[in-house]
């Protein structure tokens, strides 16, 4: 079992930054392929950011984050992390982070963080 605890969300003015952090516990964290998805008020989940455990090489994104939003992971300290930059009003949303071990498995998450982006 994988137990995954998100921070770093809160309030923003448009084009402003935030760091999203993703701890991992209860496995081997290098094993696994993390990523992010977000899910707004009225819309379904969708996927933002993924890692393998290649690290950051392996990173990819949907495209409308594209050059705004950096994953990258620190296996030393079991975390993902996701750097956003530029941020807009229309990427508020709560933000969630989700592993599986690379063998496959069932898919972990965490209980989300909310990201606010005002004007």
């Known amino acids: 079992q994988v137990q995954l605890v998100e921070s770093g969300g809160g309030l923003v003015q448009a084009g402003g930054s935030l760091r999203l952090s993703c701890s991992a516990s209860?496995?081997?964290?290098?094993?696994?392929?993390m990523a992010w998805y977000r899910q707004a008020p009225g819309k379904q989940r969708e996927w933002v950011a993924g890692?393998?455990?290649?690290?950051?090489?392996?990173?990819k994104y949907a495209d409308s984050v594209k050059g705004r939003f950096t994953i990258s992971r620190d296996n030393t300290k079991a975390t993902v992390h996701l750097q956003m930059d530029s941020l807009e009003i229309e990427d508020t949303a709560v933000y969630y982070c989700?592993?599986?071990?690379?063998?496959?498995?069932?898919?972990?998450w965490g209980q989300g963080t909310q990201v606010t982006v005002s004007s």
């Open positions: 890692i393998s455990i290649a690290g950051s090489r392996t990173s």
């Open positions: 989700k592993g599986h071990h690379f063998a496959g498995g069932p898919d972990f």
């Open positions: 209860g496995s081997t964290f290098s094993s696994l392929v």
